[in-house]
């Protein structure tokens, strides 16, 4: 086999165990660790760390250690958080997610980072295109490695279901479940239907395994590759320093374009945070039980894959316009929906339409957010990525945050008044757009090929 496709096949793979297991931890902290909020707020604390991490440690590490040995370090920060969870309490498990937040931007820069140096390296050794060699690449990796979310999720609930503390949840119980939820847990059942602690032990010790077979994956098998620390080297030589970086970054909101974008870029942390702090918990675990978590999220990340690859390539035909719309009738028809639904479990089919039309919507938001980015600020992608990151986390942050402290219909309503102003903004910078450059188009889509769109998920 050809030796870079070798390494690409590895780091495929082993982002595969990683996310096979922090995917399905991630779906679960609001239902696992309900107590005080504590699973929802150690995500919180999560995102914070990682809008720190992703200013100033990439290319530090990057530096010091080479690719190989940033992403097997940065993975180690992974595992943490998944033994954090064995006795999850504020002081295990808000340290473990602040050490996660700092792995998760070192962690997907170096994987960038070595992609991008095979590529160029075969390229350069076939006589190919060095541009097209990196797409194959990141092609490769994305197959593999957005199939996680379904082997996360799938893990939880197959392991969860054999719980011998199932009840019947009574109707009263159910009364508590959906956005008018109960402010007080005290009548709910659900908390006597948790899954055993050996059961979660179990579940967790497959998980942090999945994890240290992910790092031994690339001590083992990934190669330092020819030139790897020359290569990043002479990049990092290219990288502006931490403040000029820093600076960078803020001074792109002098671009009034940017900075309409800001609630457009928040609402995708916003609408992520509400589908895995709070559907799943408020109206998946309290009307079905945990072990559905996984099955219902398997279903949002399936209908997520598809679409993304799906839009990313009709998109040139559509035009984004059209698909911002129709994302935005989808939210603001599961958001009203959400409102006046009052979950039961006989209606099981329901719980998966939701996560079904939310990968819709979220496919759109994320191709083509990304790709509006990499259009308007062509020639300050650094630093307009920079500020999608730094308030794509801000609206995780904010989600998570005040996911224990709202009801949920207050949330729903904020969403939609995100929602709503997201539109507005937006609709204001295709205007500028369309001023910018009378008749012509207002600029032409990019299909988005993956990296941004996930750097943001951690």
């Known amino acids: 086999m050809e030796r870079n496709l070798k390494n690409v096949l590895v780091i495929s793979f082993g982002f595969l165990l990683l996310f096979t297991a922090y995917g399905g931890l991630q779906s679960l902290q ?31 590490l990057i530096k010091k250690l080479g690719c190989k040995w940033t992403i097997a370090g940065s993975m180690c920060c ?43 390296s075969y390229a350069e050794k076939a006589g190919k295109i060095g ?48 956005a008018y939820d109960c402010e007080s847990n005290t009548t709910n059942t659900t908390a006597l239907a948790e899954p055993s602690k050996p059961l979660v032990y179990t579940l967790l010790g497959v998980y942090t395994a999945s994890g ?31 403040w000029s970086t820093f600076l960078a970054t803020f001074q792109q909101l002098k671009d009034k374009r940017q900075c309409l974008l800001i609630p457009l870029t928040m609402y995708s942390g916003f609408e992520q945070g509400f589908l895995a702090g709070d559907y799943t918990k408020t109206y998946v675990t309290c009307a079905l039980g945990i072990h559905y978590v996984g099955y219902v999220m398997i279903c949002f990340s399936a209908v997520n894959s598809l679409c993304s690859l799906l839009f990313g390539k009709i998109s040139q035909f559509t035009g984004r316009k059209f698909l911002f719309a129709l994302a935005t009738a989808t939210n603001t028809a599961c958001i009203i929906a959400l409102l006046l639904w009052k979950p039961h479990s006989n209606q099981l089919v ?33 630093a307009a990525f920079a500020n999608y990151r730094l308030w794509e986390s801000c609206g995780f942050v904010i989600a998570f945050g005040y996911s224990t402290t709202l009801r949920v219909y207050i949330k729903l309503y904020i969403l939609l008044a995100v929602l709503m102003l997201s539109m507005v903004t937006y609709g204001v910078v ?18 988005n090929k993956g990296p941004h769109t996930q750097e943001t998920r951690i």
Not at 214 to 239: P, Y
């Open 30 to 60: 609001s239902s696992l660790n309900s107590e005080e909020g504590l699973g929802v707020a150690s995500l919180s604390v999560l995102y914070a760390a990682l809008i720190v991490s992703s200013m100033f440690l990439p290319p530090i």
């Open 78 to 120: 992974y595992i943490a958080f998944s033994l954090g969870n064995f006795y999850a309490s504020w002081y295990t498990l808000i340290p473990t997610s602040v050490i996660l937040g700092l792995g998760g931007a070192p962690l997907w820069s170096a994987k960038c980072t070595y992609l991008t140096i095979a590529g160029n």
């Open 131 to 178: 541009k097209d060699i990196i797409n194959q690449y990141f092609g490769v990796f994305f197959l593999i490695f957005q199939s996680s979310g379904i082997w996360g999720n799938l893990i939880s609930s197959l392991i969860l279901s054999q719980s011998s503390n199932k009840v019947e949840i009574s109707e009263e119980d159910l009364a508590c479940c959906g």
């Open 212 to 242: 240290v077979l992910a790092v031994l994956l690339i001590i083992i098998f990934l190669d330092q590759i020819k030139s790897d620390q020359a290569e990043t080297e002479k990049e990092m030589q290219k990288t502006p320093s931490f």
């Open 350 to 382: 329901v719980f998966f339409i939701f996560p079904a039309l939310w990968g819709l919507s979220d496919a759109i938001w994320q191709t083509q957010t990304n790709g509006l980015y990499g259009v308007l600020f062509e020639k300050h992608t650094e």
């Open 430 to 447: 295709e205007y500028l757009e369309a001023k910018r450059s009378p008749g012509t188009p207002a600029a032409t889509e990019k299909e």
